[in-house]
């Protein structure tokens, strides 16, 4: 998968909010079934499963088969794409800032 292709589909991924909200109870859980992330939520469990399909071909979330169960974890590595695509944003806004600041100083020494 090429770096622009892994960064379309993570931001694929991202952009549902009800499967945001999959993944971030899935990071705020360590590890997770379907049906603990199923268990009040409102979304219907086949639902669940697609949305961590989805989520696992992003790259997001991991699956770890034991006995009838299968267990997610985050991919924190899943989202260095993206964090690499702000962080070029980041450099950026932060020499328009430098820029800003230097004009204050001349207009306002």
Do not use: C
């Amino acid at each position: 998968m090429t770096e622009a292709t892994h960064i379309n589909a993570v931001m694929r991924a991202l952009a549902d909010p009800t499967r945001r909200a999959v993944f971030e109870q899935v990071v705020n859980s360590g590890e997770i079934t379907v049906v603990d992330l199923t268990r009040g939520s409102g979304v219907t469990q086949g639902a669940v499963s697609q949305h961590l399909k989805a989520l696992k071909q992003a790259g997001l979330v991991a699956e770890r088969p034991e006995g009838r169960k299968v267990y997610y974890r985050a991919q924190p590595d899943g989202l260095a794409p993206l964090v690499d695509w702000m962080s070029h944003y980041g450099v950026f806004w932060r020499e328009r800032f430098a820029d800003l600041r230097t004009l204050l100083k001349e207009i306002d020494p």
